[in-house]
């Protein structure tokens, strides 16, 4: 976790990235970001996580860049997710 005012960040869900490539139906053509969850192993024991692109081909849903000797752009947008910090009651 990571504060930030009265919200943290957290790792959001990995069916995040499915729900985000649906209901982005507007994003700009040549727009990508990649969600931030546990990345999942496929088939060949690969780590990935989500990514949503918007290409000259239409809006797709990818899985990439997870493994630990990948280094991610400083330019590359991220999808985290917010909670609110609730004060702890005595």
């Not at 990571?2 to 982005?24: M, N, S, T």
């Not at 053509?29 to 088939?43: C, L, W």
């Not at 990514?51 to 990818?62: D, I, T």
């Amino acid at each position: 976790h990571c504060q930030y005012g009265e919200y943290a960040l957290e790792i959001p869900r990995a069916e995040v990235g499915p729900h985000k490539a649906i209901a982005d139906k507007d994003q700009v053509k040549g727009d990508y970001y990649s969600v931030m969850h546990q990345p999942i192993a496929d088939r060949n024991g690969n780590l990935n996580v989500f990514y949503v692109e918007h290409n000259s081909n239409g809006l797709f849903l990818h899985g990439s860049w997870a493994n630990p000797d990948n280094r991610w752009l400083p330019g590359l947008k991220l999808v985290v997710a917010l909670r609110k910090i609730e004060p702890v009651k005595s």
